[in-house]
């Protein structure tokens, strides 16, 4: 395997983005969706960006680049138009031990993009290591045809119940076919359906009397 995944949590980190055109603009909606405080030093900003900057927290800083831009920085992306100038900012990166993507550029990054899908708290993340952009993209058209928006839904539902079962024991071992009966027995159905009576009836049978949909929180 050539690239390592992860899921990293940005919430609350302080990120930097050097570049602002199509592409910045498109690496800065990501990390602001994801929670992070993002800083964009480029010397222009699209419309878009500027739009987004008085709702998000996002600062932007039209001036040159320094590295010291990096000083307490948990990741840096990089999308200026000017590829030599981006390969210095990742050196910067790397001397600074920062997570480092410059966009189309794998050479210069020590982490790469994938294309995702989202479905509530359901990512799927599809990389070819670099490979094929193009069937990255394609295949997340075609992910996104199978994979509804009821997967977001249903998580949520599992969630809850997860949830009210860790607070009342802590036993993995007995919580585990719980979960696969939920699974195998067609709750991800029934939520796509909106058949509430059915997934009452499904959490009593497998979780006991007084699971309902209500009485975890869930409202369907
Ligand atoms: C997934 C996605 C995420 C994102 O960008 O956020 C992403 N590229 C996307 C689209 C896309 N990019 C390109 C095309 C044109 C068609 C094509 O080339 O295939 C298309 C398709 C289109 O635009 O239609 C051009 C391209 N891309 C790279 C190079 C340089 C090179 O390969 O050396 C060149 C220029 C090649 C040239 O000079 O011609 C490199 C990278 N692009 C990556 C990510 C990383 C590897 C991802 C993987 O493992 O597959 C990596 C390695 C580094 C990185 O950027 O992180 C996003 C999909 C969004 C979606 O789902 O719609
Ligand atoms: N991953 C992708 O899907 C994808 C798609 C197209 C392009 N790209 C790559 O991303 C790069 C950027 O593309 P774009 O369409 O956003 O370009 P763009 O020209 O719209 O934006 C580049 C931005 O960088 C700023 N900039 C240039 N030099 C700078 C410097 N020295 N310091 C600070 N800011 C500087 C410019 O002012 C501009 O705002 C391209 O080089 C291209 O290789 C990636």
Redesign the pocket.
């Known amino acids: 395997m050539r690239y390592y995944p992860v899921s990293l949590d940005i919430e609350g980190k302080s990120c930097l983005v050097?570049?602002?055109?199509?592409?910045?603009?498109?690496k800065v909606e990501t990390l602001v969706r994801c929670g992070a405080k993002v800083t964009v030093?480029?010397?222009?900003?699209?419309d878009e960006l500027t739009a987004m900057a008085t709702a998000s927290p996002i600062a932007l800083e039209k001036r040159?680049?320094t590295p010291t831009d990096m000083d307490g920085k948990f990741l840096v992306i990089v999308?200026?138009?000017?590829?030599a100038?981006?390969t210095r900012v990742s050196e910067d990166a790397e001397k600074a031990c920062k997570l480092c993507n410059v966009?189309?550029?794998p050479k210069a990054c020590n982490f790469i993009?994938p294309s995702i899908v989202q479905r509530g708290d359901m990512t799927l993340s599809i990389s070819t290591s670099g490979k094929s952009?193009a069937f990255a993209k394609w295949m997340r058209r075609k992910l996104e045809t199978e994979f509804g928006e009821e997967y977001g839904e249903f998580l949520s539902l599992m969630g809850l119940i997860r949830q009210k079962l860790l607070a009342e024991a802590h036993e993995p071992e007995a919580h585990k076919p719980l979960f696969e009966a939920l699974i195998s027995g067609g709750l991800l159905e029934r939520v796509k359906a909106g058949d509430k009576q059915g997934a009452d009836a499904l959490l009593s049978e497998v979780l006991g009397e007084g699971y309902t949909c209500e009485t975890v929180g869930f409202l369907l």
């Open positions: 050097v570049g602002g055109g199509a592409v910045g603009t498109r030093v480029s010397k222009a900003f699209t040159a680049y999308a200026t138009d000017d590829q100038f981006n966009a189309d550029y993009l952009p």
